[in-house]
């Protein structure tokens, strides 16, 4: 019996040391064509544009710094958040009888909510809006100030 038992060991630590037997530095990758193409459109998609080259509805958040009946004080607030931001795009939009200046293009709230933050001292009254936004300029817009 003792002599089955030490050829069973044997040859038990010999199919073990077989089995965990590893090839040097060679690894082989095998992965699906269609995963490269996947990963191109999403880019696509985040950055607004379909296969095809059109552009794609993107939403995100803009601030309103500004609403109001003048024509005049909605374009002077305009300028004067230009020259604060000149970085950011602004938007003026004009709804009977209101004028609205909205500023940015921002793919999260918390983005917008920081931008909000920075100007509470230059403009009393904002709030974010949910809207359609131009994805280009969200990409390019740097949030670490």
Sequence with gaps: MTIKRNILTILLLV??????????????VVKNPL???????RIALNK?????GTPIVVYG?????????DRKDAYNEQARFKSLYPELNTYLSY????????VG???TRAEAQKLMNELRAEFPTLFIFSERIN??????FNVDR
């Excluded at 995963?35 to 459109?41: E, K, N, P, T």
């Excluded at 607004?48 to 095809?52: D, Q």
């Design 15 to 28: 199919i073990s040391s077989i089995g965990f037997a590893q090839s040097n530095g060679k690894v082989t």
């Design 95 to 102: 709804t009977q009888p209101n004028y609205r200046v909205k």
């Design 35 to 41: 995963i490269d193409s996947l990963i191109a459109r």
């Design 105 to 107: 293009d921002f793919r």
């Design 61 to 69: 958040y803009r601030v309103q710094v500004f609403f109001g009946t």
């Design 48 to 52: 607004g544009v379909s296969n095809n």
């Design 135 to 140: 994805p280009i300029k969200a990409d390019e």
